[in-house]
């Protein structure tokens, strides 16, 4: 019995971790499970589906609430590339899409610009935020706290050196890291071993098959306008490896190092606005 409320707990705090309303759906389950004998009764997918059910409400619910909340969603589909999109529907499932309506408008803007200067380019939006609450962790990041973060993809070109449209080398847009040369200068170790986030991630070059190359190009004027007219829309810093920017001849005093403790910025722009 104890161990049984231990596992349901532990599940609860997971979901909720993962997705912030994935551990209410859970309780709300429990709950039926409870007062309902015959879902008690029932077998495990029927419980499992009445999980899936509930948070597809409370997901659908968020989208509706989140705006009392300083927060709205990054579109999850769409064909328009003069428009920011949600690399994967893995991000909006896990309900980690949403930003202030400043950063959307940010977001918006750059993919239009990019689109101006290389049509049909699409720009790819990763983890954001969660729809509720301030200062709600959105692990493992360290700051995506508060709807003013958003990471954007890279973009890419395939062996063919074309560029591919919504693609990224790596399935979920992280962990598709570029690497430094003998010239470039890193400033951190990668194989320190102290206890940080910055991960090689080794494990999961597995899963990036494709044979992308970073689209220099491209990836160097997102970066251009978000220090230049990026500012004029309040971005207020943007982290990418100081290597990386020197390659892609981006140098302004909003780009940062976000120090050796932090997660790689060579796979990733991150972006943020001061609301």
């Known amino acids: ?45 029927y419980n499992f589906l009445l999980f899936i059910l509930c948070y597809s409400v409370l997901w659908g619910g968020s989208f509706l609430i989140a705006p009392q909340f300083g927060r709205v969603a990054i579109p999850c589909f769409s064909d ?70 958003l990471d954007i993809a ?5 062996e ?6 919504g693609k990224t080398k790596s399935p979920i847009g992280y ?24 991960w090689d991630m080794d494990w999961f070059q597995f899963f990036n098959k494709h044979q992308y190359h970073l689209d220099q190009e491209r990836t160097s004027a997102a970066l251009q306008w978000l220090v230049k007219q990026g500012q004029s829309y309040k971005v207020s810093k943007v982290f990418v490896e100081p290597y990386l ?4 001849g981006v140098s302004n005093k909003i780009i940062r190092f976000q120090g050796c403790k932090a997660a790689r910025h060579d796979d990733h722009i991150h972006l943020q606005v001061i609301d």
């Open 175 to 198: 962990w598709g890291f570029e690497q430094p040369t003998d010239d470039d200068g890193q400033l951190c170790s990668n194989k320190d071993h102290n206890l940080n986030l910055r």
């Open 154 to 158: 890279f973009y890419y070109r395939n």
């Open 245 to 248: 920017a020197k390659r892609l």
């Open 1 to 45: 019995m104890v161990f049984r409320g231990l596992l349901h707990l532990s599940l609860s705090v997971l979901l909720t971790v993962v997705t912030q309303i994935g551990g209410v759906a859970y309780v709300i389950v429990l709950i039926f499970k409870q007062f309902i004998p015959a879902i008690n009764k029932s077998k495990f997918r």
């Open 160 to 165: 063919k050196n074309e560029y591919v449209v």
């Open 80 to 149: 328009q590339t003069e428009k920011i999109v949600v690399q994967s529907p893995f991000y909006c499932v896990l309900n980690r899409h949403y930003v202030s309506p400043k950063l959307l408008e940010v977001g918006n803007a750059l993919a239009a610009n990019i689109d101006a200067q290389f049509p049909g380019t699409q720009t790819l939006a990763l983890d954001a935020n969660f729809p509720f609450f301030d200062k709600f962790p959105l692990l493992p990041h360290l700051s995506h706290d508060d709807g003013r973060k």
